[in-house]
């Protein structure tokens, strides 16, 4: 599908209404860094939806008294009060969608937001706060046309959801996520994410996921910026090359089961991530001291017990640790007694693999 197929050009024939979605947020196993305009990543990505950290977002929908009022109205509140800074995010995002679902403009909107996670845990909630807003809006536009696709309606929405935030198409539907083009993945696009086509082996059924929160702090460097600097960045065609070789590797992966490798594609993918940001212009660094101190009690610990936990980054210092459902006890055990004494007030979030967004 093109762009082109995405713009909806409805009457607002719908008066008044309200929808609920929750989303979740997802980690990716296979990393994007750097991306093109609108939205476009350099390199395809690959992704674990998470189950429990998830934003819940409630559109209410109104028709404007005057039609075809200038701009867009809306009243934004998170937990119930009005949030006045966080306005001006959604004010860009609904300016980025503006052509694809122009009848937004027709209505006045009221988005109530909250997230099950903590608030400024250092846990990424742009994905899910913007996959929850795209489903919200997609269930009006569906409203508007009750003939619309379900294979539409979740392709569009990823589609919306990354013009808000990359990452956020990955976070619509499916266990397993693919966004942008790779030779092996069918369907896969750089417009919205894909579910994964295989069928997953049964060694990745229910993948836990325990987030350990190392610094609950704002990033000395912002996602949006760090993914600038790969355009002149002297390494960033290796690693573009390097991502769609590893999500080969890890596709095959998912489909025998092979956990080992799977080990060694997320550990090295996670650090390749920061590597690139330490070896960029300006250069940065986002892990930190307790950052290494989990990664070296993971490897000691993995070492001397062979149990199959390893440690994945998003691009911050908070670490997530990923093993099968079989061995729970004994990591959360081997959590408790060794790691947090390394996490902000000792602070960690135990998580699972999801399916994606659901309608309340």
């Known amino acids: 599908m093109s762009e082109k197929d995405f713009i909806a050009n409805l009457p607002a024939t719908v008066e008044k209404g309200n929808f609920q979605w929750s989303a979740p947020s997802n980690i990716a196993l296979v990393k994007y860094w750097g991306k093109k305009e609108n939205q476009i990543p350099a390199n395809p990505s690959i992704s674990f939806t998470l189950n429990d950290c998830k934003t ?17 109205s809306f009243d ?15 004010q860009k995002f609904l300016e980025r969608i503006e052509m694809y679902c122009p009848y937004l403009k027709e209505y006045h909107l009221t988005i109530d937001t909250e997230n099950t996670f903590p608030h400024s845990s250092g846990i990424a909630s742009s994905a899910s706060g913007m996959a929850a807003l795209s489903m919200n809006i997609m269930s009006l536009e569906k409203a508007l046309n009750p003939e619309m696709s379900e294979d539409y309606f979740y392709r569009k929405a990823s589609f919306l959801a990354r013009l808000g935030s990359g990452s956020a198409c990955r976070s619509i539907k499916g266990a397993v ?28 059924n229910n993948y836990q996921d325990t987030i350990l929160l190392v610094d609950k702090g704002e990033k000395q460097v912002s996602s949006t910026v760090g993914h600038d ?13 390097q991502a769609h070789y590893n999500l080969s590797l890890i596709k095959n992966i998912l489909e025998t089961g092979n956990i080992n490798e799977f080990i060694k594609i997320l550990e090295s993918e996670a650090l390749t991530l920061h590597a690139m940001m330490m070896t960029s212009m300006p250069y940065f660094i986002l892990m930190k001291p307790n950052t290494l101190e989990i990664i070296n009690k993971i490897w000691k610990f993995r070492n001397t017990t062979n149990i199959p936990i390893c440690f994945t980054l998003d691009a911050g ?10 061995v ?22 135990c998580d699972r693999i999801g399916t994606g967004a659901i309608k309340i």
């Not at 509140?77 to 949030?83: A, D, I, M, V």
């Not at 966004?179 to 894909?194: F, K, N, P, T």
């Not at 210092?317 to 079989?326: F, T, W």
């Not at 408790?336 to 000792?346: I, R, V």
């Open 328 to 349: 729970r006890e004994r990591v959360l055990q081997f959590i408790k007694g060794e790691l947090l004494d390394y996490c902000q007030n000792g602070q960690y979030i």
């Open 177 to 204: 996520v693919v966004w942008g083009q790779h030779a092996e993945i069918e369907e896969s696009s750089d417009l919205y994410g894909v579910s994964f086509p295989s069928k997953i082996h049964d060694n990745f």
């Open 76 to 90: 934004l509140l998170f937990e119930g009060k009005p949030k006045e800074e966080f306005k001006p995010k959604i």
């Open 317 to 326: 210092a908070n670490v997530h640790v990923l093993y099968p459902e079989n």
């Open 56 to 72: 819940i977002t409630k559109l209410v929908f109104a028709k404007k008294e005057a039609s075809g009022a200038a701009g867009f």
């Open 229 to 241: 600097l790969m355009h002149n960045h002297p390494y960033a065609a290796q690693r573009f090359n």
